[in-house]
Nanobody, 125 residues
């Protein structure tokens, strides 16, 4: 079992950058595929990006391709989401998730067991 907490949200101007952290406690995050999702007001939770536990390959959602990257720091038991060229439509609460169920699609929120409480990202126009 792992507990997740996100850090780093805030207000950033359009075109700017922000780095979010997903800190794990309990079990090491290296044991899990870790993904980021986001949810804007009135919208469904949206898949952002995933980092594979086996070979550190990544999978990006279409809306963030070429702008967002994901990485991990095993010593800190942390996974990072680097967000560049931010747009107003990136405004949302961002969540990290781990513990993907076998057979569950990476892009579906219900495929994941463990979630952090989320951190707000607001991009001003």
């Amino acid at each position: 079992q792992v507990e997740l907490v996100e850090f780093g949200g805030g207000l950033v101007p359009a075109g700017g950058s922000l780095r979010l952290s997903c800190q794990g406690s309990g079990r090491t995050l290296r044991s899990y595929d870790v993904s980021w999702f986001r949810q804007a007001p009135g919208k469904e939770r949206e898949f952002v990006i995933r980092l594979s536990r086996s070979d550190d390959t990544t999978l990006e959602g279409d809306s963030v391709k070429g702008r967002f990257t994901i990485s991990r720091d095993n010593a800190e038991n942390t996974v990072y989401l680097q967000m560049n060229s931010l747009k107003s439509e990136d405004t949302a609460v961002y969540f990290c998730a781990a513990g993907q169920r076998i057979g569950g699609p990476s892009s579906r929120p219900d495929s994941y067991v463990y979630w952090g409480p989320g951190t707000q990202v607001t991009v001003s126009a």
